[in-house]
Each structure stands twice: as C-alpha cells, then as structure tokens.
C-alpha cells in the first residue's frame, strides 16, 4: 500500500503578482510539461453569457501582443510539442508538452497570451472562432443520438442561477450575442497571474523554472478584486424525485439517473468515486452484473457510473444504461434505480471494495505515468485546495474508504426522493 | 509593455533515446520488451497474427465476437469469476482489431504483471466458447454496432471504403463488420476462427521496469499449450485508382451538420516513400496549422476540425480527408477542400509548412512516447511491420532529415485529387442541388 500517490518530488514559489509555481522534477524522459490553471470557468458566466469562458479559450490560441494568429500552435507543434486547452464549470486549463530544450518557448508563449492577448483580439477573430464553437456544439452535442444528455441533466439537478445550472458549452443564442467589448473585459478580469497557477513537471530543475517564469510572468500586474462566482455549495435537496422523457432519433430506449453527491476533494466524494467503481466500473460491477449479465436488461458495452470532479459544488454521481433490443424504458429505469437503492441495503463486500480500489489503483497510476498528467494533478490541487502536495493523499484516501462510508454515503445522497432521470425515447416508427 | 517581445531560442536538445528493447524466445513464442526503470505500471499484450484481414468475405465482425466472447468464461471458472479475477488485479482485458493482427492486453501495477498475463492467457487459449454464451454475445455486438452506426461516419466510412477497395474484398468492408455481417456470424464461425487464429504462439510485447519482470515467466505462461506455424501475411495489393472523380451521398434526413469522408488508394506501410509521404499528410491535413485546417476551420469557421493523412498496413493504404461540416456550408467546403489537396498536389510544399511538419512529427517521438501503453503500442509496430530495434531513432533522423524537394515529390506522386471519392453523409434533400451545383463530380446515392 502506497503511502502517497505522488512519489515525486514537488517544489513551489509564489512570484510578487502572486502567479503560483509549482515545479515536479523528473529526468525520466527529454520531454517537459507545462501546464496552467485560471480559476475561471463557466460557473462564473452571468445569465445571457453562457459559453463564453469555453468560447475566449478558444480566442486564446488566436495571437497576444508578440505571437500573431495561430502561430501559437504553429510554434509549439514546430517544436514537437503537443497541446490543447479544455474550459469546464470550474476552470480552464491550457498545456503544451514538448521536447524539454523548447521549456522557454512555451513559457513565452503562455505569459505573452497571460498579459497580452486584449491588443491582439480582433472582431474578426470572434466571429471566426464563435462559428467553430458553434460547429464544435453541432458536432459534439446536436448530431449524436444522446449528444445532449449532459446540457439536460444540469439544469434538472441544479437551479436556475446555481452555477452548474448551465453547460459550459453555452446556448446557441448566447454565443450569438457574444460581442467583443465582453471578452476583452474577460480577459482583464479573470487573465491575471493571481488568478493562475503555472505547473512545470518534467526534465527541468525547480531553480530554472523559477527563474524562468519570473522573467516571463514577473512583470504582468497583478489584479485586485477578481470576482468569485456564485456560491453553490448549498443546494438544498427538494425531496421530489425529477423525471424527464425525450423521444428523439436514438436508437435504443437509454435511461440517465443523477444525483448530487458531495464536491471533489472531500472525504464524502472520495467514498463516492469507490462507490461509483463499484457500482458501474467493469463486467465485475453491479451494474454489468446485474443489468448487463444477470436479468439482460442492458447492452453490455453501455452501462456505467461516474462522478464528475467538479469541486465548488455537490457534484454529480451519473449512473446509465441503455436497453437491450425488446426493454423496455420503464423496466430498465426501474432495474437501475433498484441497483442503486441497493448500495443502502446490501452492503459492499470485500471482494468488490478491493475490484474497485485495485481499478482505481491503476486508473491513479495511468494518470501519473506522463509528465502532463502529474501536471493536470498538481495544478488542480493548487487552484483547488491551496497545496499540490495535496494531490498525494487521494489514492491512499480511496484505498482507506470502507463498506460502511459507502452505505453511508448512499443513504444520505442517492436517496430515490431527490433522483432525477432523464430518459430517451426513439420515436415511434411509422 | 510589460512583457518580453523577443521569442526565446531553443535550448540545448537532450539526446533521443527509445527504450532499451530485448527480445528472446520463450517456449515457441517471441517475447518482445522495453525497460521503462521506475515505472510503477506495466503493459503486457499479446500480439497475435490474426487481423481484421483474416475474416473471411461475409464473415466481417468475427474477431470483434470472438473478442468479447473470450470474456464469458474459461476452462477453469465461469464468466463473473473470471472478472472479478481480472479486474481484482486493477486491470481490464483491452482488446484490439485492425488489418494485421488482433491484440490483448493488461496494464497493471508491475508486481501484479505476471498473474495478469496468466489470466490473459487463460481467456485467449482456453476460452469456454459455449455456444449460448456465444450467439448472445453476437446478438449484443450486433446491438452494439447498431447503436455505433446511428452516429454519424461509420456509413460514410464504409461507403469510402468500399468504393476504394472494392465490396468483394474483406479490405472493401468496415473493419469491425457491420450490424449485418455480425448478426449472421454462427457459433461454429467463432470456434473455427478461435482454432485457426488464436492457438498460435504470436509475440509478447512487456513494457515496464524489467528489473521487476520476469520475463521468461511471462513468456510460459502467455504461449503454455500454444502451437502452430507461420502464417503466410501476403504481399502488397494493387489497388487500381479511379478514372475521374466522384461524390457518394449517404442521406442522413435532419442532420445539422455533413460528415465529409474524400480519399483514394495510396501505397502500403513498406512503401519507401512513407516518410515523405507523411510529411506531406502532416502539411496538407495533420498539424493544426495545416493547409485544410487553416482554410477551413481558422478562416472559413465551417467546422470544428478538420484532418487528413496516409495509413497504411501491411498490404494496403489510403488518404483519406475527414471532417463534419455545417450543412449549409457543405459544397463550398468540399470545393476548398478539394482545392487544397490540389494545390499540395501540384505545387508541393514550403520549407516553413516543412520545417512544422518535419519537427513536431520528429518531437512526438519524444513527448507521446512516455506511459507503458504507448511503448508498448511502438513495440506492436515493430512486430507487425519486421522493423529494427533502433526503428523509432531512425526514424526521428529520417523524419528531420527530409527536404522540401523529397516531401513535394511524395506529394505529386501520391496525392490523386482528380480520382478522389467525396463521400458526404448529410441531409441530402437539403445539400443534394448545391453538391451537383459545385461542379466536382457526378453525385451517386449510396446504396
């Protein structure tokens, strides 16, 4: 049994704007991760504004003050780096891995767009990238059967003006709206050093990267008084059960039950990601056994369950199943909703608490075996709770989690009187 | 200004290395590792010569079945004992398809490497296969493709495909099969295909930290009771380009955007030219700041994405563009696409375009190639396609070596935009007049 999950060593510094680096050495491999955090994401979008903390990430790959249109991307595959950004509801992240002698490009380029991006935004710009997150909502969301579960259960399990109520997708109609005074006042708000954290894993030195980023991000002013966005954390529960049916072009009758659990870091959301594995984690679940295998309600390759890692909320436990040829939806939502009643009344054995730790185990490890994945790790521990050290004590946290917490767990947030279910229908064929 | 203006230079480069690679005999079998020290994960799987290409015409799906049936119990425990065995050690049977082999494979904590590869054995040597297990585990893949193929693109695929290679050929059809060809799969296809394919030693790739792996044991235990011969691959296909151009609609009534899949017939993995060839791919369709994804998202702003490339196996390739599209912009982004790939075409590529090309295919060696499992996919390719040890450092060479003349030349040579097949999977009563309106080619319904 391990005693951390981060056997690496993790050195930090704050520089005077108050940009937070963080530094994890490791000469394995000639390759270095850079990795930032903005403590923004579309929880902090107000009404009429939704997708827009995804839709400016998109603007951020579009040219800053020293760097012009796409030659960011241009300069770091140049380089033989890889990259991308994704925004969700609590932050946006952006990353490069590259060849470990580019580590100084790839600072550059990420403090240059940190303290320079407002000059270089153009109109023209905004209109070219709204149409590509417009095609991206099309593609991801609108033209898959089921692509929009996600965009309904958020609104059905949090209330209006709750700020995981909206996807950070956005609406259509908003990302219309968007103009460009809005985004720059965005960036000026949200884009600042104190809002960030700058994570570096890889074949670099703490000493270098410390130097380094004071020379790139030192002189970018600090901002006072970053806004901080609604508070979620108490989403009182309203003991009614909420149900909705779509009938669309699916191909199968597919079943969604959700429900609020407890925000990503506490002790209440570790016991639930090992009640999840159990529950809906490979052909040794409950799920899988019990819908896929035993009464055959599901098709095999399509049940589960899963949080979501949101933390400044109670996030959600999503639990589905899709029914096999000749299930009906209502005995399918009826046979999921008993595998989840069960986690109150037949307790957890032995042998399913160590299937799932032991998968967790290596799902911990497959996310530690790349430089950028212990650079997500440590920069989400810091913007989240303060300390990327922290990241360390997560799995011995699952490891340590017992039947008893699990039934806990279910009984006090899974309960059938605050369940939302979102089931899809295929439309009748003529 | 704040900020410093100047772009830094590269530092000192670090020396490329690939994996130290040991290879030996193992009871009738080829062991094949990497040594990744300190690594807590390892990956073993076991490589089999028993692809998609081995099906037979009609019988498309075979591997896929016989893939999952594996799982539904062994010789020695029934199907929930053995998944809970499996999945106690933290892993999952990860099973793959393509054109030249079949894999399975374990990623575990490395102390936990050898039993996983006693189970993985014990389900590809000694699966139970009884025959209801395996006619409902059709049934479900047959399910399964169903609901996979109510997406867009796996029609559009199939529908490039087959117009590529030919409907007769097993490499005309999907892959994977489709729900057709799986539902009428027997149980006796299976057993057959499971006796032919799945007795034969094959080769064990292992990447981890050897000091803590056995490798001999591994090896015992993946080709115990395994037997057989060499299996004759065949040589390259020649596969004849069309005379002229043409546009395939595949109707997809209501769709908000168009699934573009354009491609023709291009030369097998051993082809000399591969290098050349995929800088060319990279410039026209595989950077984000390519030529097709510059045009057509960056400035058009009609998709999210937009790529191409050159695959290839063993005995066949293809270039194939892909994209979705918003389906009031389908013509024009047919024509630009089909423009662009003319222009690479005709007029080769710049050594700016090269230089991104040549550096990020170059520096993807060193930053992709870092967890057990992607080693182990670099292993797998050595395997399949006869490659050296030192395969992937020369190919870092060669990559960086490559000038505009070589790479415009690949272009010219390989690129067949005037015999191209645009597959275009939409709303046709709404793109049908624009697609015959645009001029490029005849426009044929799939059927």
């Known amino acids: 049994m391990p005693d951390s999950?981060?056997?690496w060593p993790i050195e930090t510094t704050r520089l005077d704007n108050g940009l937070r680096v963080v530094v994890s050495e490791d000469r394995t491999a000639p390759a270095v991760a850079v990795n930032l955090w903005y403590d923004v994401g579309s929880r902090h979008e107000p009404d009429g504004q939704t997708g827009f903390a995804h839709l400016f990430e998109h603007l951020m790959f579009e040219g800053s003050a020293?760097?012009?249109?796409?030659?960011?991307?241009?300069?770091?595959?140049?380089?033989?780096?890889?990259?991308?950004?994704?925004t969700n509801p609590d932050r946006t992240n952006y990353f490069e891995t590259t060849p470990a002698e580019h580590l100084e490009l790839a600072l550059w380029l990420e403090a240059d767009r940190m303290g320079g991006l407002v000059p270089a935004l153009t109109q023209e710009t905004l209109d070219n990238q709204r149409e590509v997150v417009k095609n991206e909502r099309r593609q991801r969301y609108e033209n898959v059967p089921y692509g929009d579960a996600w965009l309904r259960l958020l609104p059905l399990l949090y209330p209006p003006r709750h700020p995981y109520h909206h996807a950070t997708i956005g609406s259509m109609a908003d990302l219309n709206a968007a103009d460009l005074g809005t985004f720059q006042d965005f960036h000026r708000t949200y884009y600042a050093p104190n809002n960030a954290v700058l994570t570096v894993v890889g074949d670099a030195s703490p000493a270098e990267v410390f130097a380094l980023a004071d020379k790139y991000f030192g002189a970018i002013p600090a901002r006072e008084d970053i806004p901080t966005a609604p508070d979620g954390r108490n989403v009182p529960a309203t003991g009614q059960p909420v149900t909705e049916r779509v009938t669309g072009d699916v191909p199968?009758?597919?079943?969604?039950?959700?429900?609020?659990?407890?925000?990503?870091?506490?002790?209440g959301y570790d016991v639930l990601t090992v009640l999840a594995t159990v529950l809906g984690s490979g052909r040794g679940s409950r799920l899988y056994q019990r819908l896929a295998d035993g009464e055959r309600l599901a098709q095999p390759d399509l049940v589960g369950a899963y949080g979501v890692d949101l933390a400044h909320a109670p996030a959600p436990l999503?639990?589905?199943?899709?029914?096999?040829?000749?299930?009906?939806?209502?005995?399918?939502?009826?046979?999921?909703?008993?595998?989840?009643?069960?986690?109150?009344?037949?307790?957890v054995t032995a042998t399913e608490l160590d299937r799932a730790k032991a998968l967790l185990s290596t799902a911990w490890w497959r996310q530690m075996s790349t430089v950028d994945g212990r650079a997500d790790t440590l920069g989400r521990y810091a913007t989240q709770f303060g300390d990327p050290a922290r990241a360390g004590g997560r799995l011995p946290a699952w490891l340590a989690v017992t039947s008893e917490q699990i039934a806990e767990a279910a009984a006090e947030v899974l309960g059938a009187c605050d369940r939302v279910t979102l089931t899809y229908l295929p439309e009748e064929t003529p | 200004m704040t900020l410093i203006t100047d772009r830094p230079g590269a530092g000192t480069a670090r020396p490329y290395r690939f994996p130290q690679v040991v290879r030996r005999t193992v009871a009738g079998g080829q062991v094949v590792a990497a040594h990744l020290p300190g690594q807590n994960l390892a990956v073993a799987l076991l490589l089999l010569d028993a692809g998609a290409s081995c099906e037979p015409v009609g019988k498309e799906g075979l591997g896929g079945v016989l893939a999952k049936a594996l799982e539904?119990?062994?010789?020695?425990?029934?199907?929930?004992?053995?998944?809970?065995?499996?999945?106690?050690?933290?892993?999952?049977?990860?099973?793959?398809?393509?054109?030249?082999?079949?894999?399975?494979?374990?990623?575990?904590?490395?102390?936990?490497?050898?039993?996983?590869?006693?189970?993985?054995?014990?389900?590809?040597?000694?699966?139970?296969?009884?025959?209801?297990?395996?006619?409902?585990?059709?049934?479900?893949?047959?399910?399964?493709?169903?609901?996979?193929?109510?997406?867009?693109?796996?029609?559009?695929?199939a529908a490039l495909r087959a117009d590529l290679f030919g409907a007769d050929n097993r490499w005309g059809r999907p892959m994977y099969g489709d729900p057709d060809s799986v539902t009428g799969l027997d149980v006796e296809d299976v057993t057959v295909f499971h006796s032919q394919w799945f007795i034969r030693p094959g080769t064990l790739i292992v990447a981890g930290d050897l000091e803590r792996i056995d490798l001999d044991a591994l090896g015992a235990a993946a080709f115990a009771g395994a037997g057989g011969g060499p299996v004759d691959r065949g040589g390259p296909i020649e596969v004849p380009l069309h005379n002229g151009r043409r546009i395939i609609l595949v109707d997809r009534p209501g769709s908000v955007q168009s699934t573009l899949r354009l491609g023709h017939p291009s030369p097998h993995r051993a082809h000399p030219d591969h290098v050349p060839m995929t800088l060319a791919g990279t410039v026209l369709g595989g950077a984000f700041t390519s030529r097709l994804n510059h045009l057509i998202r960056e400035v058009r702003g009609y998709t999210y994405g937009i790529r191409g490339d050159f695959a290839s196996s063993r005995r066949f390739g293809r270039f194939a563009v892909s994209s979705g599209v918003q389906t009031a912009v389908t013509a024009p982004a047919l024509v630009e696409a089909v423009g662009e790939i003319t222009r690479t075409q005709v007029g080769g590529v710049t050594e700016d375009e090269l230089a991104v090309a040549r550096s990020w295919r170059a520096g993807q060696l060193s930053v992709e190639l870092q967890s057990p499992r992607s080693i182990a996919s670099a292993l797998t390719t050595l395997v399949v396609?006869?490659?050296?040890?030192?395969?992937?450092?020369?190919l870092r060479e060669s990559l960086l070596a490559a000038d505009v003349a070589q790479v415009s030349e690949a272009a010219a040579t390989h690129l067949h935009p005037e015999a191209l097949t645009l597959v275009v999977e939409g709303d046709a009563a709404v793109i049908r007049d624009e697609l015959t309106a645009a001029g490029l080619a005849e426009v044929i319904d799939a059927g």
């Open chain 1, 318 to 347: 999503i639990v589905t199943a899709t029914a096999r040829p000749g299930v009906s939806a209502e005995r399918l939502a009826a046979g999921l909703s008993e595998v989840v009643d069960e986690l109150v009344t037949v307790p």
């Open chain 2, 72 to 157: 539904e119990g062994t010789a020695h425990r029934d199907a929930t004992a053995y998944a809970l065995a499996v999945e106690g050690l933290g892993t999952e049977l990860v099973t793959g398809l393509d054109w030249d082999s079949f894999q399975v494979s374990v990623q575990v904590p490395v102390d936990r490497l050898s039993a996983a590869v006693e189970l993985l054995a014990e389900a590809v040597r000694t699966p139970k296969l009884d025959p209801e297990d395996v006619r409902r585990v059709r049934d479900d893949e047959a399910t399964a493709l169903r609901m996979d193929w109510a997406n867009p693109g796996p029609r559009a695929d």
């Open chain 1, 66 to 86: 020293n760097v012009a249109k796409t030659e960011h991307m241009k300069l770091i595959q140049g380089s033989g780096g890889s990259l991308n950004a994704t």
């Open chain 2, 385 to 394: 396609h006869d490659l050296p040890d030192d395969y992937h450092a020369r």
């Open chain 1, 5 to 7: 999950g981060y056997p």
């Open chain 1, 252 to 267: 199968a009758p597919r079943v969604y039950v959700a429900h609020r659990t407890y925000p990503f870091g506490s002790t």
